[in-house]
């Protein structure tokens, strides 16, 4: 039997419904609409699409959406200052800062300016530290996306599951270890240095649970997969013109239980969990 697809797109919707109503309620109650500003610096054209997709699922969900364009010059201190506006801002109830960032600023260093209550991406320090105490109410958007995949398979207890995650970046694969650890799932994470030093395959074909978040298309051969394993595939790659992502899917779709496709399994979550982190960042503001 092939896995099973786990369908982003419809849990994505059904998410975004239970989104709307409580956005619904928030408006009527506090007689305002949440705002949600997006700060672009300079021009990436590799960034238009997901600025796209979250004006679209800011108006389809009643949410004032600005996009606030700055010079590709602007210094550290003039970003801070943008920043610190919409910090003060009460009409704004959730800021991203659309990364990459040009070189003359510290993105790590100006994420910790966002004011932990409105960091829609949790990218604040106090935000990615709730997540090790258990305690986060907004969480990184890709991250809170496999969990969601993971929690919409019913029936699957995650307790002392083993799982291997490809990938230790800091918006992905760190913080996702630590939601699975919340859960008592057993967790590997491997990245570079596992693969640079062969044992990937080893780690790949223990897993009960691989979710890998690399960036190249077919790192993880369909063969290791574990027979009956649940494979969640973050990755992103353009190969001839298609969208693929990190996993041999068609092999490992013979081998695994659950997976995701690419096009279609977490990419159309990343926006709800985005507008679902506003809904968390207003009540936090209240
Ligand atoms: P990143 O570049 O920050 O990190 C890549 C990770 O892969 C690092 O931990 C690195 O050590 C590891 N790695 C690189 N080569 C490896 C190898 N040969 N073996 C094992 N590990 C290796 O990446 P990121 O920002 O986390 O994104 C990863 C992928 O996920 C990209 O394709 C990105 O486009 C995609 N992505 C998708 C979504 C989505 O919404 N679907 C969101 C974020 C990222």
Same mark, same amino acid.
């Given at each position: 039997?092939?896995?099973?697809?786990?369908?982003?797109?419809?849990?994505?919707?059904?998410?975004?419904?239970?989104?709307?109503?409580?956005?619904?309620?928030?408006?009527?109650?506090?007689?305002?609409?949440?705002?949600?500003?997006?700060?672009?610096?300079? @021009?990436?054209?590799? %960034?238009?699409?997901? /600025? =796209?997709?979250?004006? $679209?699922? &800011?108006?389809?969900? +009643?949410?004032?959406?600005?996009?606030?364009?700055?010079?590709?010059?602007?210094?550290?201190?003039?970003?801070?200052?943008?920043?610190?506006?919409?910090?003060?801002?009460?009409?704004?109830?959730?800021?991203?800062?659309?990364?990459?960032?040009?070189?003359?600023?510290?993105?790590?260093?100006?994420?910790?300016?966002?004011?932990?209550?409105?960091?829609?991406?949790?990218?604040?320090?106090?935000?990615?530290?709730?997540?090790?105490?258990?305690?986060?109410?907004?969480?990184?958007?890709?991250?809170?996306?496999?969990? @969601?995949?993971?929690? %919409?398979?019913?029936? /699957? =207890?995650?307790?002392? $599951?083993? &799982?291997?995650?490809? +990938?230790?970046?800091?918006?992905?694969?760190?913080?996702?270890?630590?939601?699975?650890?919340?859960?008592?799932?057993?967790?590997?994470?491997?990245?570079?240095?596992?693969?640079?030093?062969?044992?990937?395959?080893?780690?790949?074909?223990?897993?009960?649970?691989?979710?890998?978040?690399?960036?190249?298309?077919?790192?993880?051969?369909?063969?290791?997969?574990?027979?009956?394993?649940?494979?969640?595939?973050?990755?992103?790659?353009?190969?001839?013109?298609?969208?693929?992502?990190?996993?041999?899917?068609?092999?490992?779709?013979?081998?695994? %239980?659950?997976?995701?496709?690419?096009?279609?399994?977490?990419?159309?979550?990343?926006?709800?969990?985005?507008?679902?982190?506003?809904?968390?960042?207003?009540?936090?503001?209240?």
């Amino acid at each position: 039997m092939p896995a099973k697809l786990l369908d982003g797109k419809a849990l994505a919707s059904c998410i975004k419904e239970k989104i709307k109503e409580e956005i619904e309620a928030i408006k009527s109650k506090h007689n305002k609409a949440l705002k949600l500003v997006s700060v672009q610096v300079g @021009e990436n054209p590799a %960034s238009e699409v997901y /600025l =796209k997709s979250q004006r $679209k699922n &800011a108006e389809n969900l +009643g949410v004032e959406y600005q996009l606030e364009r700055l010079d590709q010059k602007i210094s550290q201190d003039e970003l801070i200052k943008v920043i610190d506006k919409l910090n003060n801002d009460k009409s704004v109830n959730g800021i991203i800062l659309q990364m990459p960032l040009p070189p003359q600023i510290n993105a790590k260093l100006i994420s910790q300016y966002i004011s932990p209550l409105k960091d829609v991406e949790a990218v604040h320090p106090q935000n990615m530290g709730e997540i090790v105490f258990g305690s986060a109410k907004i969480l990184p958007c890709t991250a809170a996306s496999c969990m @969601e995949l993971l929690n %919409s398979i019913q029936d /699957l =207890k995650l307790y002392g $599951k083993e &799982a291997v995650i490809v +990938g230790h970046s800091e918006i992905v694969g760190k913080p996702l270890a630590l939601l699975l650890l919340n859960q008592f799932v057993t967790t590997t994470v491997c990245h570079i240095a596992t693969g640079e030093k062969g044992t990937l395959p080893e780690f790949v074909k223990k897993a009960e649970i691989l979710i890998v978040a690399v960036g190249k298309a077919g790192l993880i051969k369909g063969e290791w997969v574990k027979e009956g394993a649940i494979v969640i595939d973050v990755g992103i790659n353009r190969v001839e013109g298609k969208i693929v992502g990190d996993v041999e899917f068609d092999k490992a779709q013979e081998r695994a %239980s659950y997976i995701t496709p690419v096009p279609g399994g977490v990419g159309p979550l990343t926006v709800a969990m985005l507008m679902k982190n506003l809904v968390e960042a207003f009540k936090l503001q209240v």
